[in-house]
Structure formats: structure tokens, C-alpha cells
């Protein structure tokens, strides 16, 4: 991975924020999406090849039921997102993931399926990990209906009238996806038959793409049902209303682990948005475009937050700050405060003091308008490197490493049963993370390896008692359990932002911090947490539609509002 460094007169940029300051839960927690995002990452793609999406296929009943196809090329490759919609009982309706019935499921097919394809995957894909699969189906997705929005929004089109429009904002989604698995899972294709192709080597994009085509057939089901329950007075959604309908997501304890178990994928991610903030810090002045377009966007961030609502009370208390917080911010950045000398750099100062939740926000807005300064950072964030045992290195040089990356995790008492309630472990159920209380709950001897802190402290005291001079290889020959917090120790050496700077079976550790901030990087808003370890939010809200690609500034859409396109 080549990134500019500060001395770089192409791109030069302010000091990094450390690792320290960043890699800590409650901060990662408040990360907000950016125009790095995956999602905007696609779309800006899609828009540039003026990619063009075709259904062949819409074999779909009055109520609603059957199956269709989308297709479109992108990058010189055909990819077809092959959907399902079947009739599901009330008594199996569940965002869980041990359902095994879902409103609709879905394929991300390589090329253009052929008629016993769609016979094949019919009788597969709404089996989900049940189905049996093939290399050419790359992504396996489900989703529920918001059942009382899809019947409104019906009855409404129908009737010949819009839908409620506090509904919409509300729930902001005709149906939420429970699941969208990539990368060989149940026997669909290995990342490796698409990590090289230009449209989908970064990091998801494969699964983005998904989504997108799973939002698009959501309006035209909708739009489908409407019109036939009513042909002569039905009324098709208005663009603004399907703009802003985007497809949700329940996302639980099954996504944290990966922030922990891919340290130089996470290292990229956070790497490519500290140098893409760093740039947008160094600008001295601040173009007469760049004021205008940031102040526009203040105002729409207001009313992003403005309709954010939830009912969890903590995150909904964070929210009522950051809006007062993010006012205050609002007031200082007149026109003539932009004005002067190095005003992004200014303003990140400047709300250093304010709530984690402001702070990020901030980072989000500057980096909206530079697009041409940090896009091709993009580039960077994809890894197919995974972390290397150095058995050649001394104990003292990895004592050495040690010491200075790993200060927080030494800082723990681990001698209090709070710092080592948790226990992380993968039900036999359903191969899910889940996580145990060890004082509490059987199953602690089965954990995953997520005792960062104790297993630091536990090297460090070993370490010790041996010579300085011996090799990592002789150390592993008496202490073969070490070697998995060895390669984590070494990796850090190299990709300085591979690590959380968190004790993660701590009794305070907040697992929706970690879902968070990975959701973030895909591009989601609206969090709406329903406990500590699950969340629902929104994918794909005030995204082009499927004809939009070519006209409509196509990337135009960070935190959308309802009523509003900018």
C-alpha cells in the first residue's frame, strides 16, 4: 500500500491523528459515513461508466410473488442480481438470523444466468445457507419486508396518492436485508474469481453492488403490486420519495469479530481516512466554491440530524447533543471565518473539546467537498496480504514493539473481574460470534483470541524471564500459544492503525462501537441501536435510482434528508 506522505509536494498534508486517539472504541463508535464509503465508492464508479441496468426477467404475480432479473456491466464484466419473492407466514417473520424463511432472497449472479440457472438457483437461494451453490453465484442475500410501510406505500400508490410522508422518514425502508454474505460462504464463489476485476477488487463492492440492485427491485415490487391492485387510479412513487427509500439492515454481533480478525484490512481503512483528513487539513486557503458548497452542506447535515430519531435512550441523548453541539459549530464557520488562512485545519482543532459524535461529524464534512484531493485514496484500502511471523526477530526488538504500540493494553488491571468478564465464542448453533460472561456462563475454555490485553500482559511477563537476544523461533518453541498475539504484535510494527486500543472482554466493552464503525466504512447512516450489540440502520438513502446514473450529480448524496436532494 502506497500512500503520499506530508513531505509529498503533490499532496501534502498535516501530521496523522495517532493511533491512539483514534483506535478507541467509544470513538470509532461515532464514526460517521464518508464520500470514502464503499457505497459511494461503487456508485461514483457505476456513474462514470454510465453503467446502464436492464430486467430481463420480471416473472412477478399481482400479489407480488416470483422472480426477476437485473442486469448491468460494469468494468467490462455482466453482473445479474437474480431476486426471489415468496409468501411468508406472520409466525416465521424474524430479522434473526437462525429464520430460515425470509419475504425475499438473492444471488449476485456472474454473467447472465441462463433459464436453468434461474431453475437451479429458485430452488436454492430460498434455502439460503441450506442451498447448494456455484462459482458463479458471488453474493447470497435475504430480506424482510417493513411489512406496515409496503402496505401503506400499496394502498397509497394505488389509491392514486403519495405515501405519509413521517412514515417514510420514519422507517426509510420498503424491506431490510438480514443477511449479504460474500467470499465462499455455503459454497458460493471465493473472493478470488473477482478480487482482480476492476469494478469489484475494493473492498465489498461486490456486496454493494447487491444492495443497490436489492433497493431498485424493491421500488418496482412495490410499484408492481400498486398498480395492479388499482390499474386505473394507481400513481407510481415520486422520485423524491423512492430516492429516499433505501434498503435496511440488522446487523448483531456476527460483524464485530472481523475488525479484530483482518488487522491490515482495518489498518487500510483507517489509514486512507486519517490521509484523506490530513490533506484536506493541509489546504491553506479554502476555494469561494468550497465555502459555498460546505455551508450547504451544514445546513443539509442539520436536517440529517434533525430526523434522526431513535428510541434507544443512550445513542438518542447522543444525538440531542451532537445537534446542539453541531449548532454551535455552525455559528462559528461564517463566511469570513472560512475565509481565512488553514480553515479545515482550524475547525478540527476547534471541536476537539466537543462530544466524539461532533468531532466526527466534522471529518465527514470537510472531506465531502475535496473529492478530487482524496478520492483515488480509494484505491488503497483493499489488502490480500494478511499478517507474516517474523520468527527471525529478536525478543528484545519484539519486546521493543511491544512496549511502544501496545502501552494501553500493559495500562490494564487485569486482576479485576470487570476487565475480564466477557468472553467471545462461536455458537455450534449457527457458527455465529456471540459473547459469554465468564463468571457467569459455561464455555469459556472454547473463546476466540480476542484477550488482546491479557495475552499482551502475559507475553510481557515471559519475555522477561528470557534473553534478550534469542529469536521469536526459540521463544514459539517453548511458548507455542503465543504465536497468534506474536504476529499481531509484529503487524503492528507495520500498519500502525491494525489494532483497537480497547480491552474487548472488559464488562464496559460496547460491541456497537465496533458495529459502528464498520458500518461507517460501508456507507450506512440512520443507526438505530436496539441494544448494545445490535443495530438497524439504512443502506443506500437519497442514492441515485437505476436511471439516475447519467444525469443527476450521482454523488450528491451524503447524509440525505427527506424533501431535499442537497
Not at 420519495?241 to 434498503?247: E, P
Not at 466534522?362 to 517474523?390: F, W
Not at 520468527?391 to 519484539?398: G, I, N, R
Not at 443507526?527 to 447519467?550: C, M, N, V
Amino acid at each position: 500500500m502506497t500512500i503520499a506522505t506530508h513531505n509529498d509536494p503533490l499532496f501534502p498534508q498535516t501530521a496523522l491523528r495517532a493511533p491512539g486517539e483514534v483506535m478507541r472504541l467509544d470513538r470509532m463508535g461515532a464514526f460517521f459515513p464518508t464520500r470514502l464509503s464503499f457505497m459511494r465508492t461503487l456508485i461514483r464508479r457505476l456513474a462514470q461508466e454510465q453503467a446502464v441496468v436492464s430486467r430481463p426477467v420480471w416473472e412477478i404475480n399481482r400479489e407480488g410473488f416470483g422472480h426477476a432479473v437485473y442486469s448491468l456491466s460494469l468494468s467490462g464484466h455482466v453482473y445479474s442480481l437474480i431476486a426471489f419473492s415468496t409468501a411468508l407466514p406472520e409466525d416465521k417473520r424474524t430479522d434473526r438470523v437462525i429464520a430460515e424463511a425470509w419475504d425475499s432472497s438473492y444471488v449476485l449472479f456472474d454473467g447472465v444466468p441462463t433459464d436453468a440457472d434461474i431453475a437451479r438457483l429458485k430452488i436454492n437461494t430460498p434455502k439460503q445457507e441450506a442451498g447448494r451453490f456455484q462459482a458463479q453465484d458471488l453474493i447470497l442475500s435475504r430480506a424482510n419486508k417493513s411489512v406496515r410501510l409496503f402496505d401503506h406505500v400499496v394502498e397509497s400508490l394505488a389509491a392514486g396518492r403519495q405515501p405519509d410522508q413521517s412514515m417514510l422518514l420514519s422507517i426509510g425502508y420498503l424491506m431490510r436485508t438480514t443477511a449479504v454474505y460474500g467470499n465462499g460462504k455455503f459454497g458460493i464463489a471465493d473472493r478470488s474469481r473477482i478480487e482482480d476485476r476492476p469494478g469489484l477488487k475494493g473492498p465489498f463492492q461486490a456486496e454493494m453492488l447487491t444492495v443497490w440492485l436489492i433497493r431498485g427491485f424493491t421500488h418496482d415490487l412495490v410499484e408492481h403490486v400498486a398498480s395492479l391492485k388499482s390499474p386505473e387510479t394507481f400513481s407510481p412513487l415520486d422520485p423524491d420519495s423512492k430516492r429516499y427509500l433505501g434498503i435496511g439492515n440488522a446487523t448483531g454481533l456476527g460483524m464485530a469479530p472481523f475488525l479484530v480478525s483482518h488487522p491490515i484490512l482495518i489498518n487500510n481503512w483507517m489509514l486512507v481516512r486519517e490521509t484523506a483528513l490530513a490533506r484536506v487539513r493541509a489546504i491553506p486557503t479554502a476555494e469561494e466554491a468550497t465555502v459555498q458548497a460546505i455551508r450547504q452542506l451544514m445546513e443539509r447535515a442539520k436536517r440529517h440530524l434533525d430526523q434522526w430519531n431513535v428510541i434507544d435512550a443512550i445513542q438518542m441523548a447522543k444525538i440531542e447533543k451532537l445537534r446542539a453541539e453541531f449548532s454551535s459549530v455552525m455559528d462559528l464557520m461564517t463566511p469570513s471565518w472560512l475565509r481565512e488562512p488553514n480553515p479545515w485545519d482550524r475547525l478540527v482543532r476547534d471541536v476537539s473539546s466537543l462530544s466524539f459524535e461532533c468531532q466526527e461529524l466534522v471529518v465527514a464534512l470537510v472531506l465531502e467537498p475535496h473529492g478530487s484531493l482524496i478520492d483515488g485514496l480509494t484505491d488503497c484500502m483493499a489488502s490480500d496480504q494478511i499478517p507474516q511471523l517474523n520468527p527471525a526477530m529478536s525478543l528484545d526488538q519484539l519486546k521493543s514493539v511491544l512496549t511502544g504500540n501496545y502501552d494501553w493494553a500493559l495500562k490494564v488491571d487485569l486482576s479485576s473481574q470487570e476487565e475480564t468478564r466477557l468472553f467471545w465464542y462461536v455458537s455450534e448453533e449457527k457458527l455465529e460470534p456471540r459473547l459469554g460472561d465468564r463468571y457467569e456462563e459455561a464455555g469459556a475454555e472454547l473463546e476466540m483470541p480476542f484477550d488482546i490485553c491479557r495475552q499482551v500482559q502475559e507475553l510481557r511477563r515471559d519475555l522477561e524471564e528470557l534473553p534478550g537476544e534469542n529469536s521469536v523461533a526459540e521463544l514459539l518453541l517453548q511458548h507455542p500459544h503465543y504465536r497468534h498475539m506474536v504476529r499481531r504484535i509484529q503487524c503492528s510494527e507495520k500498519y500502525p492503525y491494525s489494532e483497537i486500543h480497547d480491552n474487548l472482554i472488559a464488562a464496559n466493552c460496547l460491541p456497537i462501537n465496533m458495529l459502528r464503525c464498520k458500518l461507517s466504512f460501508f456507507g450506512a447512516s440512520k443507526f438505530d441501536p436496539k441494544s448494545d450489540r445490535w443495530t438497524r440502520i439504512t443502506l443506500y438513502q437519497g442514492a441515485p435510482l437505476f436511471d439516475e446514473l447519467h444525469g443527476r450529480d450521482a454523488d450528491d448524496w451524503w447524509l440525505p434528508v427527506f424533501g431535499a436532494v442537497s
